[in-house]
């Protein structure tokens, strides 16, 4: 039983601590990206694509 509490317990800690990175660097990567472009630059350019249906 305790080989199996440890076991869970180690996972848990250690997918905490991964999450907790991954989504620290995809944060701080959206963060940087958003500086180069303006907001009314994303507007402009989100206005001008077209989706088509097939």
């Not at 800690?13 to 989504?23: R, S, T």
């Not at 995809?26 to 907001?39: E, K, M, N, R, T």
């Amino acid at each position: 039983m305790t080989t199996r509490v440890a076991g869970s317990v180690h996972f848990f800690i250690y997918d905490v601590i991964k999450i907790f990175i991954l989504l620290s660097v995809l944060i701080f990567s959206i963060s940087y990206v958003q500086s180069y472009f303006p907001p009314e630059r994303t507007r402009r350019v989100l206005g001008q694509t077209h989706l088509q249906h097939f």
